[in-house]
């Protein structure tokens, strides 16, 4: 099977959903483990990088999972992963509970790219890190270099679907509401904190 090929705008285009991501997360309480290096190193050299004063944002490291490619996990998968996996965007700032380790993830439909924060450069990864230009492939197959990734995008997954969850009867009345006044339920105040609780990642 023949490879994908891309080039650098791949990585400025990853980089630019991380710097947003960046942003939103300077304005997040409390303090977390990815502080310091989404300061004093991540901003500046992104910001550097997609204005085209720099040829690699710095120390930081983009990795690309091609989410159709996957075939079979070792891990539990949630119910409704698939569909997440191949349908949904989403981004998040992520830390282990011991906070040894960090990182923000961008998920788009069939594509997950990854930034590690904490340590900045992880040895583990194989076949995902995107380097200027180059090719995806799945000779050889993708090794991810985060442990519990996976649990996280599960525990994720059952997330959002608590959220959207509900009787027959729920789903009807809240459908209901949206068609009789859809510009009522975009103003709410219910649907703006749950946008903001899906990009802070509360």
């Known amino acids: 099977?023949?490879?994908c090929e891309y080039g650098p705008w791949l990585?400025?285009?990853?980089?630019?959903?991380?710097?947003?991501?960046a942003v939103i997360h300077e304005y997040r309480d409390p303090p977390t483990r990815g502080d310091r290096a989404i300061k004093k190193w991540a901003l500046p050299a992104w910001r550097t990088f997609l204005l085209g004063s720099s040829e690699w944002p710095g120390e930081f490291e983009v990795h690309l999972l091609p989410l159709g490619l996957i075939e079979r996990s070792t891990d539990r998968l949630a119910e409704n992963m698939?569909?997440?996996?191949?349908?949904?965007?989403?981004m998040n700032y992520v830390e282990?509970?011991?906070r040894q380790r960090a990182f923000f993830?961008?998920?788009?439909p069939r594509l997950l790219f990854v930034?590690?924060?904490?340590p900045r450069r992880d040895e583990g990864w194989v076949g995902t890190r995107i380097r200027g230009s180059g090719t995806f492939t799945r000779r050889g197959g993708f090794?991810?270099?985060?442990?519990?990734?996976?649990?996280?995008?599960?525990e994720r997954v059952e997330q959002i679907s608590q959220l959207t969850a509900g009787d027959e009867r729920t789903r009807e009345l809240r459908s209901a509401r949206f068609l009789r006044d859809p510009e009522r339920v975009l103003r709410s105040d219910s649907?703006?904190?749950a946008r903001v609780k899906f990009r802070l990642g509360r």
Not at 84 to 90: F, G, K, P
Not at 105 to 108: E, K, P, R, V, Y
Not at 115 to 118: A, H, R, S, T, Y
């Open 105 to 108: 993830m961008a998920l788009l």
């Open 96 to 98: 282990s509970e011991s």
């Open 115 to 118: 930034c590690p924060l904490v």
């Open 82 to 90: 698939p569909f997440y996996l191949t349908r949904s965007a989403d």
């Open 11 to 21: 990585s400025r285009f990853a980089i630019g959903l991380f710097l947003r991501l």
């Open 143 to 154: 090794t991810v270099g985060i442990p519990g990734l996976m649990e996280y995008l599960n």
């Open 1 to 3: 099977m023949g490879g």
């Open 191 to 193: 649907l703006k904190a």
